[in-house]
C-alpha cells in the first residue's frame, strides 16, 4: 500500500508528541544511584533527624510529629538496614543492593532515600504525592491530545496544496499545456508551484512554436515540390537540349530551396530546443559583421567588438539580417550596417531604402513564415525563416531584436547582444 505524505506527516507529529510524554514520564520517575546527593538535600535530611536517637523509646512518634509538620511521610532505618521507624507503610527503605553498591542517594516513585552521615538512612515523600502523580499524568494526556489534534489540520494543509499540484502536474502530463498550478503564499510549496507554472510556460511555447514551424513547413514545402515533380515530368518532354538544360536548371534552383528551407526548419528547431544554451567562445564580431557585407557587396562601419557565443550562428545572423536588406531594399545601395560597441554589449543596425514595413507588421515579420500583405510567396527568393532566425539567436545570444522605421523612409533592423 502506498504511504501518503499525509500519513507520514501527521504520524510525525504523533510519535512526537508520544515521546515528549514518554520522556516526561521518565523524568518523573527519574532513579539516580551515582555521586552524593545535592547539599540541600543533605542538609534537610539532617535537620530532620536532628536529636532522633535510634534507641529512643519515643521515636516513631517524635518522627510522626515531624512528619506531620512537614506534610511529608518519613522513614527511618539503621545503618544495616534495620527498620527503626516509619509514618506510612508505602515507604521503601535501603534494598541489599544500595549496600554492595554504595549508593548515597536514590530517588524512586516519589521518594527520596538518603544515607546520612551517622550511616542511618531518611526516606521521605510528599504526603501528596499520589494525587500529584495522578494530576501529571493527566496533564500529560490532555498535552497528547491537544498535540494530536492539533497536529491535524497542519499535516492536512501542507498535504492539501500538495494534493492539488499533482493533480495539476497530472493534468498537464496528460495533454493539457494550458493547466498551471495555484499558487498560494510564500513558502516551499509555493515555490514549486511557481516553478512548474514557469516550466510549463516554456514547455507550451516551445510545443507551440514547433507546431507552428512544422505546420508553415509543409505548406511552404508544397511549392517547390511541385514545381520540381512538374519540372521532371516536362524534362523527358523536351524537344531540344536547350530546353533540357532551362529545365534542369530550375530543377536544381528548386532542390536548392528545398535544402534551404529544410536547413532553416532544422535549425529555427535547434534554436528552441537550446534556448537556454549558449556559446561562450570569443568571437570577434566585427570581422564577421565586415566579412558579410563584404560578401553582400555593401559597406559596413565596424568598431572592435568581441562577443561571447556561436561563431556560426551569429554569422547567420548578420547574413540574414544584410541579404534581407539586399533583397527588399532594390539591391546594395542605399544599404548602411553599422556595429557599435557598448558598455553592456554590441549594438548592429542594418538599414535599407526599400518600401519599409507597417508598423503593425514589425513584430509579426519575426514569426516564422510570416510575410506581410503584398509579398507573394517565393517571389523575392525567402521563405520566412530569416527574421525568425535572426531574433532567436539573438536571444540566444542574450540580446534581442526589432524592426524601426528608418529616417527618410525604409527599414532598420537593429540587433543588441550581450557581452557574455
Known sequence: MRKRLFWQIYLGFVLMALLCVVAAGLVSGLRSDDGAPPPAVRGVAELIVKGLASDDPALGERLARRSRRLNFDLGLWDADGTPLAATSAGLEGPKEADFTEGVRWRIHGGSVLVRLEDGRWLAARSAQAHPRLGRLLLILAAVFFVMALGAYPVARRITRRLEALRGRVEAWGA???????????????????EHFNRAADRVEALVAGQRRVLANASHELRSPLARLRMGVELLAEAPTEEKRAKR????????????????DVLLASRLEARASERGTAAVPFDAVVSGEAARAGVTAEVEPVTVAGDEALLTRLVRNLVENAVRHGGGGEGVEVRLVREADGARLTVADRGPGVAPEYREAIFEPFFRPPGHREGADGGVGLGLALVRDIARLHGGAARCCEREGGGSLFEVTLSPG
Open 175 to 193: 495533454g493539457d499545456l494550458s493547466v498551471r498550478a495555484e499558487v498560494r503564499g510564500t513558502d516551499e510549496v509555493a515555490n514549486l508551484a
Open 248 to 263: 534542369r536548371e530550375a530543377a536544381e534552383e528548386d532542390i536548392a530551396e528545398l535544402d534551404a528551407l529544410i536547413g
